[in-house]
C-alpha cells in the first residue's frame, strides 16, 4: 500500500481526508497532524510516500515542512494545499521539491486525478525498483557460474586475449598475481562408492572449509565441481613467495583434510597440488601437473599430499578425459545407440594407448574412474537393466590390480557393449508405455519451476537424450514444447478466475520472470495476459 500523511491546522481538512476513500487508489492513511512540527515528526516516523500539507500552519509552515521532508525522503510526493491568496506565494515552493498544488477549499474530485497521477508514477518507479533488484539478483546468482566458466577455461586452455581476461577478472573482483591448482578426490578406490546426493553434500561441505582455511592465511579461492573430483584454486599476493605458496598450499591442504575426516564418516580426501601460475597461460599446464600429482598419489599407498615435480614427468604426460566426454559416452550407453558408443569407445582407446604410452598409472587411473561412475548409474537405473552387470563392474573393480591396463580396458569395454544392448532391447519393448507415464509425469507436474529433463532422467532412469527422442518420436514436440503448452493452458484457466494478477497466474504456473511469461502466453495465444482477461 501508498502511505499519505495530512499535515493543516484546519480540523475539519483533516476529518475530510480521514474519510476518503483511499483504498480506492491503493493507499492508506498513516496519520495526520495539526502543526508543522508535529508533521515533522509524523514524517520521520512513518516514512510516507504521499504528503499533504497545508502552506500556512503554526510552529513551521508548509514550505519549511516540504523541504525537511524532502531531506529526509527525497523520493516521497509532496501536494501543497494553498489558497487563492497564496497562490503566487505557493510558486516559491517548486523550489522546495513540491510536486503538486491543491488549492482550498479542497475539491476531491480534482484531488481525484493528482492522487491518480502520483500513485501511478510511484507504483512505476516500484516496479523499476523491483526489475533493477530482480536483475542485479540474476547477475548476482550468474556470477559464481561466470567466473567457473572462466577459470575452467583457462584450466582447459582455451585462451582469451590477455586483455578480454583482464576485463572479465576486474569486473569480478579478481586479481590473479600467483595461483596454485590443487586437484582433489573424494575417497580412494577401496573404500565404499558413495551414492550421489552424499558426494555433492560432501563436496560443498569440502568448499567450505577450504573457503574458511584460505582465509585464515589471508588468500582467495575459486574452485570447480567435476563429479567428486573438485579443483581448487588459491589466489595469492605478488608478496607472497613461490616456496611460501606452495608451503601455505600444502598445509591448507591438510588442515582441510584433518578437519573433513573428523567431520564426515566414510570420506578420505587426496591432493595433487600444481607449481605457481604467474600468468594465465600457466594454467592449463599447471592443472595437468596438478592431476599428475593427484594421480601419484591415487596410486600410492604412503601419502595423501602430493606436489609436483618434474620427477613425476617420467611416467610420461597423464591422460584426463573430460567430464563432458564421459557424459557423452554415458548419454550413449543409456539411451541404448550401440553404434555410437562403440565408436566413442574406439576414440578413447586410441588416446589411452597411443597418446599416453609411458603413463600406466593415469591410463589405469581413467579406466576406473569410467567403471566407478558406470556402477554408480546402474545402481541408479531399473534393476531389470543392470542387476547383471553391477556384479560383472564389481568383480572388474576388484580384480584391477590383477589385470593390465589393456585387459581392464577390454573387460570394461564388454561390459558396456552389453549394458548398451540391454537399454536398447529394453526401450524398444516399451516405447509407447514409457512416452504415457512420462507424459503424465509432465502434465501433473508442469508447474512446477524446477521441473527439467534431468528431473525426468532422474524419475525414469533414462538419459536426456533418451527422453527428447522419446517424445519427438511418440507426440512430434519437444519437452520445452510440450511443458510450455501445459503450462499456458493452465494459465488461461487462472487468468479467468476473478481477481487475479498476471504476475500471480506466472507464479503459479511456474514462471518467476513475469515478463518472459507474457512474451510466451502472446506467442502461444495470439494476445497478451490482460487481453486474454
Request: proline share 3%.
Amino acid at each position: 500500500m501508498i502511505k499519505v500523511i495530512v499535515v493543516d491546522d484546519e480540523s475539519l481538512i483533516r476529518i475530510g481526508f480521514r474519510h476518503f476513500q483511499w483504498e480506492a487508489f491503493g493507499c492508506e492513511l498513516a496519520g495526520d497532524a495539526p502543526d508543522g512540527l508535529s508533521g515533522l515528526e509524523l514524517a520521520k516516523k512513518v516514512h510516507a510516500d504521499i504528503h499533504i500539507l497545508d502552506i500556512r500552519m503554526p510552529k513551521m509552515n508548509g514550505l519549511e515542512l516540504a523541504r525537511k521532508i524532502k531531506e529526509i525522503n527525497p523520493e516521497s510526493k509532496i501536494i501543497l494545499l494553498t489558497g487563492h491568496n497564496e497562490f503566487e506565494y505557493a510558486q516559491a515552493a517548486i523550489n522546495t521539491g513540491v510536486d503538486y498544488f491543491l488549492l482550498k477549499p479542497t475539491n476531491f474530485d480534482e484531488f481525484s486525478k493528482i492522487l491518480v497521477e502520483i500513485t501511478g508514477a510511484i507504483s512505476a518507479h516500484r516496479q523499476r525498483q523491483q526489475d533493477i533488484e530482480h536483475t542485479l539478483h540474476l547477475i548476482d546468482q550468474a556470477a559464481p557460474l561466470a567466473v567457473m566458466n572462466l577459470f575452467q577455461n583457462l584450466l582447459s586452455g582455451n585462451y582469451l586475449p590477455p586483455e578480454e581476461i583482464e576485463g572479465h577478472l576486474n569486473a569480478f573482483g579478481i586479481t590473479l598475481e600467483k595461483v596454485v591448482i590443487i586437484a582433489a578426490m573424494q575417497d580412494q578406490f577401496h573404500l565404499p562408492y558413495k551414492n550421489n546426493m552424499k558426494t555433492v553434500f560432501d563436496n560443498y561441505m569440502i568448499i567450505n572449509a577450504f573457503l574458511l582455511t584460505s582465509q585464515k592465511y589471508g588468500c582467495h579461492m575459486q574452485y570447480m565441481i567435476n563429479g567428486n573430483e573438485l579443483t581448487i584454486l588459491l589466489l595469492y599476493t605478488e608478496e607472497t613467495s613461490d616456496s611460501d605458496c606452495i608451503c601455505l598450499t600444502e598445509k591448507i591442504c591438510l588442515e582441510v583434510q584433518e578437519h573433513i575426516c573428523s567431520s564426515l564418516e566414510e570420506t578420505f580426501l587426496t591432493f595433487g597440488i600444481s607449481g605457481v601460475c604467474h600468468h594465465a597461460s600457466d594454467f592449463c599446464q599447471e592443472y595437468l601437473h596438478a592431476k599428475k600429482a593427484l594421480n601419484s598419489v591415487q596410486l600410492s599407498q604412503n601419502c595423501t599430499v602430493c606436489i609436483f615435480s618434474p620427477a613425476l614427468e617420467e611416467n610420461g604426460i597423464p591422460f584426463i578425459l573430460e567430464p563432458y566426454r564421459k557424459d557423452i559416452l554415458f548419454d550413449s550407453i543409456f539411451s541404448g545407440n550401440q553404434e555410437q558408443t562403440e565408436k566413442i569407445l574406439y576414440e578413447i582407446q586410441n588416446e589411452l594407448f597411443h597418446n599416453n604410452p609411458g603413463d600406466s598409472r593415469s591410463i589405469k587411473l581413467c579406466i576406473m574412474e569410467i567403471a566407478f561412475d558406470l556402477l554408480k548409474r546402474l545402481n541408479q537405473s531399473a534393476p531389470d537393466i543392470s542387476l547383471n552387470m553391477i556384479a560383472s563392474l564389481e568383480e572388474l573393480i576388484s580384480d584391477s590390480g590383477s589385470r593390465s591396463i589393456r585387459q581392464l580396458f577390454s573387460a570394461l569395454c564388454e561390459i558396456i557393449n552389453c549394458i548398451t544392448g540391454h537399454v536398447s532391447a529394453y526401450t524398444l519393448s516399451s516405447l509407447p508405455e514409457s512416452c504415457t507415464k512420462i507424459m503424465n509425469y509432465i502434465k501433473i507436474n508442469c508447474c512446477d519451476e524446477e521441473l527439467s529433463l534431468d528431473t525426468l532422467s532422474n524419475e525414469f532412469h533414462l538419459s536426456n537424450a533418451h527422453i527428447s527422442r522419446l517424445l519427438k518420436k511418440e507426440c512430434g514436440k519437444t519437452f520445452i514444447e510440450l511443458l510450455t503448452e501445459m503450462r499456458m493452458e493452465k494459465a488461461k484457466i487462472y487468468l479467468q478466475l476473478p481477481g487475479c494478477k498476471v504476475f500471480e497466474a506466472a507464479r503459479m504456473v511456474g514462471y518467476r520472470d513475469v515478463s518472459y511469461f507474457i512474451k510466451l502466453f502472446k506467442k502461444y495465444t495470439g494476445v497478451t495476459p490482460n487481453q486474454f482477461n
